[in-house]
Nanobody, 127 residues
């Protein structure tokens, strides 16, 4: 019902910045929270951050707090992840995911709570 497409990944030097985008289509007339997750080779998919429908509430993983910022433009059906001060350990495939369960009011951090996922975009941070 909802299709998500990530973009904006690439190769960047440590200390640099990237902005990821997640464009949604389909059931965009409904409200939903949007989360960002990442997965490095051989590791579990981990939570990065989440934003409520209104944008008023956010949660960030401790590993990215103060460096990453989530925002959204609902008129454009797009969510962003601004990544600053990137570190090599940030290297991963980054996924956006939609949580349709609470009209975008609740924000949750578990992967199983999310209903729709994008295909991911690769972020590589070199030393």
């Amino acid at each position: 019902q909802v299709q998500l497409v990530e973009s904006g990944g690439g190769l960047v030097q440590a200390g640099g910045s990237l902005r990821l985008s997640c464009a949604a289509s389909g059931r965009t007339f409904s409200r939903y929270a949007m989360g960002w997750f990442r997965q490095a080779p051989g590791k579990e998919r981990e939570f990065v951050g989440v934003i409520s429908w209104s944008g008023a509430k956010t949660i960030y993983a401790d590993s990215v707090k103060g460096r990453f910022t989530i925002s959204r433009d609902n008129a454009k059906n797009t969510v962003y992840l601004q990544m600053n001060s990137l570190k090599p350990e940030d290297t991963a495939v980054y996924y956006c995911a939609a949580d349709m369960s609470s009209n975008g009011i609740l924000i949750r951090v578990g992967t199983l709570e999310y209903d729709y996922w994008g295909q991911g975009t690769q972020v590589t941070v070199s030393s």
